[in-house]
C-alpha cells in the first residue's frame, strides 16, 4: 500500500470555526486522525488559514489553529507534530503520521522579520506567502492582468532570502504571476506550489503555465495536485472534481516538469465542490485508479510522497 504526503489542508480554520478544540474525529470534514491512518497518510501539511477581510487579528488566529493541531497530537498515539526530515524519518520508521504547521497568507508576519523568526522557532515549516489579497509579501493571483504582473513587495524579497536561511519551504500558491518570477530568481532552495493545477489545461489565475511548471522543477520543488473542481476543469463553473481530470492535469505536469515535480496539494476542508475522492481514507483509490490508467509503481511513489520528502530534506 502507497503512503502519502498531503502539502495542503484547511481543516485547522474549519476546527476553529465550528468551536473545535481537537481534529481525532471530525466525521463532517474530509479530515481527521482516524481517517489519515486508514489513508495511509505519511505527513499532513495543516494550514493555518488567514482570510485578512475577515480577521481582527491575524497572528492570534493563526494561535488558535495551531493550538488545535498541538491539543490533537497531545491527544493522538500516532500524530507527531514534526518539522524537519529527521523527525519525518523516525515517525514513519515508527508508524506515526507526521503534522507539518504551515501558514496560507504570510500577513500575520506584518513586514517583520522577526516574526519569521519566531514563526519558525513555533514550528512553522511552510508559508503561503499569499493568499486572495496583497500583504506584506507581494499581490495575489488576478484576473486583472496588470495585477497580476506585479511583484514580491520589497520586504517580500528579502523575506525570500530569510526563509531559505531560517529552513521554511516557500510556497506561491494563490501568488501573482510577477512574484512567481521574483521568486524563481530569488530563492536558493526549491519551492513548491503546494495546492496548483495547470493552467494549459484550466485556464483559472490560480494554475500555473507550463513555464512556471517548468521553473519549478528546476529549482528541485514540487506542485501539489489540487482537488478543486474549478482548478481541474476547462469550464470554470464545474463542480464536480474527477480522477480522470486529477490523472489529466498529473500527467501534464509530469510531460512538462518531469516525474520529480508533482506531489499531493488536495486542499480538503477548503473546497466545497463535488469530490470523487471526497477524504483522507479514500486516498488509496486516487493512487490505484491512477496505476489502471498507466501510471507505473515508481511513479506513484513519487508523486504520492517520495518528492515531497526531497523537498522537505533540501528545505527543512
Given at each position: 500500500m502507497i503512503s502519502y504526503i498531503d502539502m495542503h489542508c484547511d481543516t485547522l480554520a474549519e476546527a476553529v470555526e465550528l468551536g473545535r478544540d481537537k481534529i481525532i474525529h471530525f466525521n463532517d470534514r474530509a479530515i481527521d486522525v482516524v481517517r489519515l491512518e486508514e489513508g495511509h497518510c505519511e505527513a499532513q501539511f495543516f494550514a493555518a488559514y488567514i482570510d485578512q477581510d475577515k480577521s481582527k487579528d491575524p497572528y492570534e488566529d493563526y494561535m488558535a489553529m495551531r493550538q488545535v493541531l498541538l491539543n490533537t497530537v497531545a491527544?493522538?498515539?500516532?500524530?507527531?507534530?514534526?518539522?524537519?526530515?529527521?523527525?519525518?524519518?523516525?515517525?514513519?520508521?515508527?508508524?506515526?503520521?507526521?503534522?507539518?504547521?504551515?501558514?496560507?497568507?504570510?500577513?500575520?508576519?506584518?513586514?517583520?522579520?522577526?516574526?519569521?523568526?519566531?514563526?519558525?522557532?513555533?514550528g512553522v515549516s511552510l508559508?503561503?506567502?499569499?493568499?486572495?489579497?496583497?500583504?506584506?509579501?507581494?499581490?495575489?493571483?488576478?484576473?486583472?492582468?496588470?495585477e497580476m504582473a506585479k511583484g514580491l513587495t520589497d520586504f517580500g524579497k528579502e523575506a525570500i532570502e530569510e526563509m531559505n536561511g531560517l529552513g521554511i519551504i516557500v510556497d506561491v500558491s494563490h501568488l501573482s504571476d510577477g512574484g512567481f518570477w521574483d521568486v524563481a530568481n530569488i530563492s536558493k532552495k526549491p519551492f513548491v506550489a503546494s495546492h496548483s493545477n495547470c493552467r494549459n489545461i484550466a485556464p483559472h489565475?490560480?494554475?500555473?503555465?507550463?513555464?512556471?511548471i517548468k521553473a519549478i522543477a528546476e529549482k528541485g520543488g514540487v506542485i501539489g495536485l489540487n482537488f478543486a473542481a474549478d482548478f481541474l476543469n476547462p469550464d470554470l463553473s464545474h463542480e464536480k472534481s474527477t480522477v480522470d481530470k486529477l490523472f489529466l492535469h498529473a500527467k501534464h505536469i509530469i510531460e512538462v516538469g518531469g516525474i520529480e515535480s508533482i506531489g499531493i496539494g488536495t486542499d480538503f476542508d477548503g473546497i466545497t465542490c463535488k469530490l470523487e475522492?471526497?477524504?483522507?481514507?479514500?486516498?488509496?483509490?486516487?493512487?490505484?485508479?491512477?496505476e489502471k490508467r498507466g501510471m507505473n509503481h515508481a511513479s506513484l511513489e513519487y508523486l504520492a510522497y517520495k518528492n515531497v520528502e526531497r523537498v522537505i530534506k533540501d528545505c527543512l
Open positions: 491527544h493522538s498515539r500516532n500524530l507527531k507534530f514534526t518539522n524537519n526530515y529527521s523527525e519525518l524519518s523516525k515517525n514513519f520508521a515508527a508508524g506515526k503520521i507526521s503534522a507539518f504547521l504551515t501558514i496560507e497568507n504570510g500577513c500575520l508576519v506584518e513586514g517583520r522579520m522577526e516574526r519569521l523568526k519566531k514563526l519558525k522557532k513555533q508559508i503561503t506567502l499569499t493568499w486572495n489579497q496583497a500583504n506584506c509579501f507581494g499581490f495575489p493571483h488576478s484576473s486583472d492582468s496588470a489565475t490560480r494554475n500555473l503555465t507550463d513555464e512556471m475522492i471526497p477524504s483522507c481514507d479514500k486516498m488509496p483509490l486516487l493512487f490505484e485508479e491512477f
